[in-house]
Each structure stands twice: as structure tokens, then as C-alpha cells.
């Protein structure tokens, strides 16, 4: 984020990667809402991205790179930002992503800081996306499972954005890479305080879950618990494939909105009012600092 004037600052954020579905119009629409996720995250508004792209233009149609731009076109049209321009090269391996950026109040940013203990925590998108699209790339999950990702991979997280500024909220990350407990860990890494995750309330794919028990886990479920295990407790009694889903790497996930607890009900119905009918309360904050307990 970058001040402007005491009443403007901009924020600039970037993200691209490779296909995680087969059909190139829909990796676009998720390239787009994933890479707007993090300007949502802080409780500001978008206006201008520029392309990124990396096309083996020797290897591939160029007809493909046509549906993942129109797909990507439409999902800025719907979230109402200007595409500027951008840039291509050509690589061995399709890539496609955007840079963008935002605009906000300087004193309304939402930070991933700031949580409060007694605060509610709720989450806006079920969890497991990782897991699925590694079951799309091994061929074993079915239409149904494809369709159920997609459709929550290319959702915007605008909505749930206006509603936690005006409901006004404590703490909010988006969750991406890094999986729930990483961008969890982030929010409390700073010492003052910690977080309870019950896990039987958390929104995941159904399929995830199968795919869980199986074993079929992506490697970056292992970084992720790897770098964060010490900051994390489960409680005896949890399944062991709650921790792969909680590492799960996310893409295009949903919001963690830290809110007190008087409001949080009230953020859950307005969410659940504009569509978003898998948000959750799945925790609360805690003053074990530094620290997070599934149970």
C-alpha cells in the first residue's frame, strides 16, 4: 500500500500461475479473481490490472490463450476494473496472472493485524481446492467436483469485502497459497494473541474430504506444515486429514474476517443474504499468544 494524499492511498498487488483446470476460459476467470483477492482483503476497491502471460506459443493453439484472456476480460468486466495493457513472453510452460491495483481510504485499510481475543473468526469459501485441483490433474475427480471448485475459485470476494466495511471488522486475510493455518499463523504472528479453529465447522468440499482420507494431498500441503507446525496444536480426537486440509494450499480461496463478537452473527446473515451460504463462524480469538489450537 502507497499513500497518496491523506484521504488516497493505492494498493498494488500481483499473482499469476499455471492451469489448474482444463478449460481455458475458466482458468482465466480464476487467474482474475484470485490475483483481486488481496485488494479485497484489505477493504479496497480495484480499478486497473495489466496482464501477465507466458504462452509456448510452439507447443500450443493460440486459440487457447484467446479463451483464457476472454475469460479473464469478463471476470475484471464483472468486478468493474479496467484492463490497461500487459505483458506476454514466450515460455515452455502457460502461465497467466494479472497485476493490480486498488484504491482505498488510508485510514479504512483492513489489515491481516489487529485481531482482538473474543473476536469471531468466519470464513467466506469452503475449503480443499488444492486437493481437488490435484485430483483434476491425476483425472479423478468427477463433473461434479470440477463444477463445485470452479464455480468457488472464480467467485469474487467483493461482496464479502463491502459487507465486513460496513458491519466494520477487526482483521481480515485472504486465503491463498499458504493454506487456512498459514494465513491464520499470519494473523497472529506478531505475539498478542491466538486462535481455536473447531474443526467440525469448518466449510470443505465433500470431495476434498474423500480425497483427503485417501492421501491424494498436493506438496505445498507439506511446506506449508512444515513451516508453520510449531505454531499449531490439534487437539486428540481430530482427524488427521483435518491438518491436510487446513495446509491445503488455496487458490482463489476465501476471506478470514476477524469480528467482535456482538457483530458477528449479523456479518454471517448479511453474508449469507448476498449468496455466500457456505460462510462459517470456525473459531475464535484467544489470548494464547502466538498460538492455535484445532479442536
Given at each position: 500500500?502507497?499513500?497518496?494524499?491523506?484521504?488516497?492511498?493505492?494498493?498494488?498487488?500481483?499473482?499469476?500461475?499455471?492451469?489448474?483446470?482444463?478449460?481455458?476460459?475458466?482458468?482465466?476467470?480464476?487467474?482474475?479473481?484470485?490475483?483481486?483477492?488481496?485488494?479485497?482483503?484489505?477493504?479496497?476497491?480495484?480499478?486497473?490490472?495489466?496482464?501477465?502471460?507466458?504462452?509456448?506459443?510452439?507447443?500450443?493453439?493460440?486459440?487457447?490463450?484467446?479463451?483464457?484472456?476472454?475469460?479473464?476480460?469478463?471476470?475484471?468486466?464483472?468486478?468493474?476494473?479496467?484492463?490497461?495493457?500487459?505483458?506476454?513472453?514466450?515460455?515452455?510452460?502457460?502461465?497467466?496472472?494479472?497485476?493490480?491495483?486498488?484504491?482505498?481510504?488510508?485510514?479504512?485499510?483492513?489489515?491481516?493485524?489487529?485481531?482482538?481475543?473474543?473476536?469471531?473468526?468466519?470464513?467466506?469459501?469452503?475449503?480443499?481446492?488444492?486437493?481437488?485441483?490435484?485430483?483434476?490433474?491425476?483425472?479423478?475427480?468427477?463433473?461434479?467436483?470440477?463444477?463445485?471448485?470452479?464455480?468457488?475459485?472464480?467467485?469474487?470476494?467483493?461482496?464479502?469485502?463491502?459487507?465486513?466495511?460496513?458491519?466494520?471488522?477487526?482483521?481480515?486475510?485472504?486465503?491463498?497459497?499458504?493454506?487456512?493455518?498459514?494465513?491464520?499463523?499470519?494473523?497472529?504472528?506478531?505475539?498478542?494473541?491466538?486462535?481455536?479453529?473447531?474443526?467440525?465447522?469448518?466449510?470443505?468440499?465433500?470431495?476434498?474430504?474423500?480425497?483427503?482420507?485417501?492421501?491424494?494431498?498436493?506438496?505445498?500441503?507439506?511446506?506449508?506444515?512444515?513451516?508453520?507446525?510449531?505454531?499449531?496444536?490439534?487437539?486428540?480426537?481430530?482427524?488427521?486429514?483435518?491438518?491436510?486440509?487446513?495446509?491445503?494450499?488455496?487458490?482463489?480461496?476465501?476471506?478470514?474476517?476477524?469480528?467482535?463478537?456482538?457483530?458477528?452473527?449479523?456479518?454471517?446473515?448479511?453474508l449469507h443474504d448476498a449468496g455466500l451460504i457456505q460462510s462459517a463462524i470456525i473459531g475464535k480469538v484467544t489470548n494464547q499468544s502466538g498460538q492455535i489450537?484445532?479442536?
Amino acid at each position: 500500500m502507497y499513500k497518496l494524499t491523506d484521504n488516497l492511498a493505492i494498493i498494488q498487488t500481483v499473482d499469476y500461475f499455471t492451469p489448474i483446470v482444463d478449460d481455458p476460459y475458466a482458468f482465466g476467470q480464476i487467474a482474475v479473481a484470485n490475483a483481486l483477492s488481496d485488494v479485497y482483503a484489505m477493504g479496497g476497491k480495484p480499478i486497473t490490472a495489466m496482464n501477465i502471460v507466458c504462452f509456448p506459443s510452439k507447443t500450443m493453439d493460440i486459440s487457447v490463450l484467446g479463451e483464457i484472456l476472454s475469460g479473464g476480460l469478463d471476470k475484471l468486466k464483472e468486478a468493474e476494473v479496467t484492463l490497461v495493457g500487459g505483458h506476454s513472453v514466450d515460455d515452455l510452460e502457460l502461465k497467466y496472472g494479472l497485476s493490480v491495483t486498488g484504491v482505498i481510504h488510508p485510514e479504512k485499510v483492513i489489515l491481516n493485524s489487529g485481531a482482538k481475543p473474543g473476536d469471531k473468526l468466519i470464513l467466506t469459501k469452503p475449503l480443499g481446492t488444492g486437493i481437488i485441483n490435484t485430483a483434476i490433474k491425476a483425472n479423478m475427480a468427477d463433473a461434479d467436483a470440477v463444477a463445485a471448485v470452479t464455480e468457488q475459485m472464480t467467485m469474487l470476494n467483493n461482496k464479502a469485502s463491502e459487507i465486513m466495511q460496513e458491519i466494520g471488522v477487526h482483521a481480515c486475510t485472504d486465503v491463498t497459497g499458504f493454506g487456512l493455518l498459514g494465513h491464520a499463523c499470519e494473523m497472529i504472528q506478531s505475539g498478542e494473541v491466538g486462535l481455536e479453529i473447531d474443526h467440525t465447522t469448518l466449510p470443505i468440499f465433500p470431495k476434498a474430504i474423500e480425497f483427503a482420507q485417501m492421501g491424494l494431498i498436493p506438496a505445498g500441503t507439506y511446506r506449508n506444515r512444515d513451516f508453520r507446525s510449531a505454531m499449531v496444536n490439534f487437539a486428540s480426537g481430530v482427524p488427521d486429514w483435518i491438518s491436510d486440509v487446513l495446509f491445503d494450499p488455496q487458490t482463489s480461496g476465501g476471506l478470514i474476517i476477524s469480528v467482535s463478537d456482538e457483530k458477528a452473527q449479523t456479518l454471517l446473515t448479511r453474508l449469507h443474504d448476498a449468496g455466500l451460504i457456505q460462510s462459517a463462524i470456525i473459531g475464535k480469538v484467544t489470548n494464547q499468544s502466538g498460538q492455535i489450537m484445532v479442536q
